[in-house]
Structure formats: structure tokens, C-alpha cells
Nanobody, 123 residues
Framework: QVRLVESGGGSVQAGGSLRLSCSASGFTFDDFAMGWFRQTPGKEREVISAISPNSATTYYTDLVKGRFTISRDNAKNTLYLQMNDLKSEDTAMYYC????????????????WGQGTQVTVSS
């Protein structure tokens, strides 16, 4: 059974940091590009960062570039998102996702989705 389980969300003041984790099981983790998406009520889910299977390639939306860092540990089947200098506009539900095809992942198409972890940033 495929599972993606996010954790690490919470409430933090602006300027603070959080580290999200996504634990994967039930599929060959290092065959898949992985990504972090976020969604706020009334808006579509948007990709904010992605990483290739061997970590050689990463992507960041301009909204988080320079503040967020994506990484993965294939030995632990875990994806991470280090979020620094958080802003109120980063408040959202954060999801991890997986796709074998990079372009499809960036386009929001995922074979698998987690249940999400809430991040709330107060100013």
C-alpha cells in the first residue's frame, strides 16, 4: 500500500523556521521525483519545490526561493522541506507528492499524494 505521510507542520511566528518531512512507503522511492505543494482555501494547489530522484536537480517557485530548501534521503525514503524566514503568506496546507516524470510533477500531476500538514505563520 502506497503511503505518503507528512509531518512537521505547526504554528510559528513570522521569521521563524519549520522543517517538514514526508515519509514514503509502498513504492520505490528513489525511482520518483518528489515535490512539495501547498494549498490555501479557495485556491488551487501549487507546486513550491521539487527534487529529482538522485537530488541532482531541484526546483523552487520564486515565492520561496532563497528561503526554502528541499532535500531527500533515499536510504530513509524521506523527503524534507526546510522552511526559513517564514511569512504570513506561507500559511497553507502542505502536501508531498511523487511522480516518475519531472514535468508532470511540476505540472501538478502526481501518482501519489499525502494527507497534508498545516503550516500557520502569524505576523
Amino acid at each position: 500500500q502506497v503511503r505518503l505521510v507528512e509531518s512537521g507542520g505547526g504554528s510559528v511566528q513570522a521569521g521563524g523556521s519549520l522543517r517538514l518531512s514526508c515519509s514514503a512507503s509502498g513504492f520505490t522511492f528513489d525511482d520518483f521525483a518528489m515535490g512539495w505543494f501547498r494549498q490555501t482555501p479557495g485556491k488551487e494547489r501549487e507546486v513550491i519545490s521539487a527534487i529529482s530522484p538522485n537530488s541532482a536537480t531541484t526546483y523552487y517557485t520564486d515565492l520561496v526561493k532563497g528561503r526554502f530548501t528541499i532535500s531527500r534521503d533515499n536510504a530513509k525514503n524521506t523527503l524534507y522541506l526546510q522552511m526559513n524566514d517564514l511569512k504570513s503568506e506561507d500559511t497553507a496546507m502542505y502536501y508531498c507528492a511523487a511522480n516518475r516524470v519531472w514535468d508532470k510533477l511540476l505540472g501538478g500531476v502526481s501518482n501519489y499524494w499525502g494527507q497534508g500538514t498545516q503550516v500557520t505563520v502569524s505576523s
